[in-house]
């Protein structure tokens, strides 16, 4: 029997207490679904949706894309980002100078003393 | 008969196999590209069998050494050398046997993946001539104990590397990201070729436990250590030399990316090899720790919080990889910086290096899926954009499945493979600095955030009319997914198992130097 048990020096972690919770997880989702309406129909008028009378957008119109999420996030860090995001020049004379001036830092750091 | 001559040679022949494979291929490929496709799926499906039926020899025998041209292959220091091994010898022992089985199962599966997704293109030959190349440079680094035998890998790596990041030409793009790769890799490399100058220079020898014996740590040994830490810093993609990464994972074909991980990885294995093994506890391992440190932390936040803006679905990921090497770095940095203090060392510095270690092996598993199902999704609608994908989860719903995996493993999300690793670097990091350890957690916060978008992006929503007729990958490409996605709930649900049979092992051979040493010089 194999151990599933990993010891960290400090405590330990059972993957199978994690995969009991996935399972009764997965049970609950299942009673839910289970007791749903019965009377569902793919492919029918049931499965429109319902916005206050008004027709359907189309589905590009709804779908919410990578660039709309997480703007509150960038907008609080954009003083961050505004320094970070231009140091990624794509220029190959930079990025060798990046990488000379940490050679130089390392050898200060490590020669010196 | 054949059974004792691959049992005899085997370190050589997971090098020698893909290489002459290599060679070979454009050869066989002019019969047909059934026969292409069988020699090259034959070739990686060899040198897997080879490379796990060595770390069995590895974990049962200890360390196995190969020595090139000798009357016996174990014959490390000839009578009349002068007490020098003159010749060019590789090493095998558990952390070079563990680096060998993962990257010889993540060649296996790429290059199935590889079958189906890029069928379609044209001089498949060249290109699986190149793969295989690839695949025998990173053999070779992480069996080698020869100085300049590892430059010659290093070089290998990085032409076969640039020839493979240009092979989708994408109007001009791709090649320009394989000329900034070369660039970066050459200056690398030559930082590397100084280092290894300096080095025979003042010692007279390239053997890796020849040089571990006679090192003293003098001022331009100081300045050949500094070289070897950028030039593969570099070739691994640590912050602030990171900036080739995403230029090139973002444009090479999605199973060249996954390959150019392995090789990434590669490059920190030697990183490791070098200042543990060869260096050792003669340098001031407490500054060159938290210099692994400061790169590992840089390069886990930088890392991450350059993914979340990108669109680029190839490129979001590739700066994830830089965030997970930065976990790799720390641990690998903190089990450095308590190197010389035993009591601290056996408390939580080898469980740091073994969660660095381990992660190594977990991250070259999910960034590869990763990597394969973005190709994979790109492979059917054609853009990287992740503005323009949306609802794919209703026609591609395996490769929903394994994304979803990655995700959760790169995440940390219990219980995938990820999380185990993390949760060593995690646990004992708080020992040795918890400041250290909070600033991982919140790396995998945001990890986990911006792969919300990700997910969000290509499978959620309503199907769109532009994708409604997006069927599911190939088969081959499942498989290959597959593979990756199985290794990864198996090492997530036997972290104990992986950790004593591979990590544990892999760990104490990087700070038993002495054994590497009585190992090749016999005892002296």
Same mark, same amino acid.
């Given at each position: 029997?194999?151990?599933?048990?990993?010891?960290?020096? #400090? *405590?330990?972690?059972? /993957?199978?207490?994690?995969? &009991?919770? @996935?399972?009764?997880?997965?049970?609950?989702?299942?009673?839910?679904?289970?007791?749903?309406?019965?009377?569902?129909?793919?492919?029918?008028?049931?499965?429109?949706?319902?916005? #206050? *009378?008004?027709?359907? /957008?189309?589905?590009?119109? &709804?779908? @919410?894309?990578?660039?709309?999420?997480?703007?509150?996030?960038?907008?609080?860090?954009?003083?961050?980002?505004?320094?970070?995001?231009?140091?990624?020049?794509?220029?190959?004379?930079?990025?060798?100078?990046?990488?000379?001036?940490?050679?130089?830092?390392?050898?200060?750091?490590?020669?010196?003393? | 008969?054949?059974?004792?001559?691959?049992?005899?040679?085997?370190?050589?022949?997971?090098?020698?196999?893909?290489?002459?494979?290599?060679?070979?291929?454009?050869?066989?490929?002019?019969?047909?590209?059934?026969?292409?496709?069988?020699?090259?799926?034959?070739?990686?499906?060899?040198?897997?069998?080879?490379?796990?039926?060595?770390?069995?020899?590895?974990?049962?025998?200890?360390?196995?050494?190969?020595?090139?041209?000798?009357?016996?292959?174990?014959?490390?220091?000839?009578?009349?050398?002068?007490?020098?091994?003159?010749?060019?010898?590789?090493?095998?022992?558990?952390?070079?046997?563990?680096?060998?089985?993962?990257?010889?199962?993540?060649?296996?599966?790429?290059?199935?993946?590889?079958?189906?997704?890029?069928?379609?293109?044209?001089?498949?030959?060249?290109?699986?001539?190149?793969?295989?190349?690839?695949?025998?440079?990173?053999?070779?680094?992480?069996?080698?104990?020869?100085?300049?035998?590892?430059?010659?890998?290093?070089?290998?790596?990085?032409?076969?590397?640039?020839?493979?990041?240009?092979?989708?030409?994408?109007?001009?793009?791709?090649?320009?990201?394989?000329?900034?790769?070369?660039?970066?890799?050459?200056?690398?490399?030559?930082?590397?070729?100084?280092?290894?100058?300096?080095?025979?220079?003042?010692?007279?020898?390239?053997?890796?436990?020849?040089?571990?014996?006679?090192?003293?740590?003098?001022?331009?040994?100081?300045?050949?250590?500094?070289?070897?830490?950028?030039?593969?810093?570099?070739?691994?993609?640590?912050?602030?030399?990171?900036?080739?990464?995403?230029?090139?994972?973002?444009?090479?074909?999605?199973?060249?990316?996954?390959?150019?991980?392995?090789?990434?990885?590669?490059?920190?294995?030697?990183?490791?090899?070098?200042?543990?093994?060869?260096?050792?506890?003669?340098?001031?391992?407490?500054?060159?720790?938290?210099?692994?440190?400061?790169?590992?932390?840089?390069?886990?936040?930088?890392?991450?919080?350059?993914?979340?803006?990108?669109?680029?679905?190839?490129?979001?990921?590739?700066?994830?990889?830089?965030?997970?090497?930065?976990?790799?770095?720390?641990?690998?940095?903190?089990?450095?910086?308590?190197?010389?203090?035993?009591?601290?060392?056996?408390?939580?510095?080898?469980?740091?290096?073994?969660?660095?270690?381990?992660?190594?092996?977990?991250?070259?598993?999910?960034?590869?899926?990763?990597?394969?199902?973005?190709?994979?999704?790109?492979?059917?609608?054609?853009?990287?954009?992740?503005?323009?994908?949306?609802?794919?989860?209703?026609?591609?719903?395996?490769?929903?499945?394994?994304?979803?995996?990655?995700?959760?493993?790169?995440?940390?999300?219990?219980?995938?493979?990820?999380?185990?690793?993390?949760?060593?670097?995690?646990?004992?990091?708080?020992?040795?600095?918890?400041?250290?350890?909070?600033?991982?957690?919140?790396?995998?916060?945001?990890?986990?955030?911006?792969?919300?978008?990700?997910?969000?992006?290509?499978?959620?929503?309503?199907?769109?009319?532009?994708?409604?007729?997006?069927?599911?990958?190939?088969?081959?490409?499942?498989?290959?997914?597959?593979?990756?996605?199985?290794?990864?709930?198996?090492?997530?649900?036997?972290?104990?198992?992986?950790?004593?049979?591979?990590?544990?092992?892999?760990?104490?051979?990087?700070?038993?130097?002495?054994?590497?040493?009585?190992?090749?010089?016999?005892?002296?």
């Amino acid at each position: 029997m194999p151990d599933f048990t990993l010891f960290t020096g #400090s *405590g330990f972690w059972n /993957p199978i207490f994690w995969f &009991v919770s @996935i399972i009764v997880a997965l049970i609950l989702i299942y009673i839910i679904y289970a007791s749903g309406e019965k009377g569902y129909k793919r492919g029918t008028e049931q499965v429109k949706p319902f916005i #206050s *009378g008004n027709p359907e /957008p189309a589905k590009r119109g &709804v779908q @919410i894309s990578a660039g709309n999420l997480y703007w509150g996030y960038m907008d609080s860090l954009r003083v961050y980002y505004r320094n970070l995001i231009p140091l990624h020049t794509g220029i190959i004379t930079d990025y060798l100078l990046w990488m000379f001036c940490v050679t130089a830092i390392l050898l200060i750091l490590v020669v010196i003393p | 008969m054949i059974t004792d001559f691959v049992i005899k040679n085997a370190p050589i022949l997971v090098v020698a196999i893909p290489l002459i494979g290599a060679f070979l291929c454009p050869l066989v490929a002019r019969i047909s590209p059934m026969w292409r496709k069988t020699w090259v799926l034959g070739v990686v499906t060899v040198t897997s069998l080879i490379a796990i039926l060595l770390a069995s020899i590895v974990l049962t025998q200890g360390t196995v050494i190969y020595v090139f041209g000798a009357s016996t292959s174990n014959l490390t220091v000839p009578i009349d050398s002068g007490g020098i091994p003159i010749r060019i010898i590789f090493t095998v022992d558990a952390m070079s046997a563990a680096m060998e089985v993962i990257m010889a199962m993540i060649g296996f599966s790429v290059i199935l993946y590889s079958m189906s997704a890029d069928q379609e293109r044209s001089s498949l030959e060249q290109y699986y001539t190149l793969f295989l190349l690839l695949i025998c440079s990173v053999m070779g680094m992480v069996t080698t104990g020869d100085l300049f035998n590892f430059f010659v890998f290093l070089e290998i790596s990085s032409m076969a590397s640039a020839g493979l990041v240009a092979y989708r030409v994408e109007k001009g793009r791709a090649i320009e990201a394989a000329i900034k790769y070369f660039i970066v890799s050459t200056i690398a490399a030559i930082f590397f070729l100084f280092a290894i100058a300096i080095l025979y220079g003042q010692y007279n020898a390239l053997n890796i436990a020849m040089l571990a014996q006679r090192l003293q740590f003098t001022l331009i040994d100081k300045i050949a250590l500094i070289l070897i830490v950028m030039a593969l810093s570099t070739k691994c993609g640590a912050v602030p030399m990171h900036f080739w990464t995403p230029d090139a994972y973002s444009l090479a074909p999605s199973s060249v990316t996954a390959m150019l991980v392995v090789v990434s990885l590669a490059s920190l294995y030697a990183l490791f090899r070098f200042v543990f093994t060869m260096y050792g506890l003669t340098l001031s391992y407490v500054t060159i720790g938290w210099v692994l440190i400061t790169l590992g932390v840089l390069s886990m936040v930088i890392g991450v919080t350059m993914a979340i803006p990108q669109k680029d679905v190839q490129r979001l990921i590739a700066y994830q990889g830089i965030s997970q090497i930065g976990y790799m770095l720390l641990g690998m940095g903190v089990g450095l910086a308590v190197l010389g203090n035993p009591a601290q060392l056996s408390s939580f510095g080898i469980i740091a290096m073994e969660g660095g270690i381990f992660h190594i092996i977990n991250h070259a598993i999910y960034e590869g899926l990763l990597f394969l199902t973005a190709g994979s999704i790109i492979y059917r609608i054609g853009t990287r954009d992740l503005d323009k994908m949306g609802g794919l989860g209703h026609s591609m719903k395996y490769t929903m499945i394994f994304f979803m995996i990655g995700v959760l493993a790169i995440a940390g999300v219990p219980p995938f493979n990820g999380f185990a690793s993390k949760l060593l670097i995690y646990e004992s990091v708080y020992l040795f600095n918890p400041v250290l350890a909070i600033i991982a957690l919140v790396v995998s916060i945001l990890t986990l955030a911006s792969f919300v978008k990700v997910f969000h992006s290509i499978f959620m929503g309503p199907r769109l009319l532009e994708y409604a007729g997006v069927r599911e990958a190939p088969l081959p490409m499942l498989i290959g997914m597959g593979i990756l996605a199985v290794l990864i709930v198996v090492f997530g649900f036997f972290p104990q198992v992986v950790v004593n049979t591979i990590v544990a092992p892999a760990a104490q051979a990087l700070v038993n130097q002495g054994g590497y040493l009585s190992v090749i010089l016999g005892g002296r």
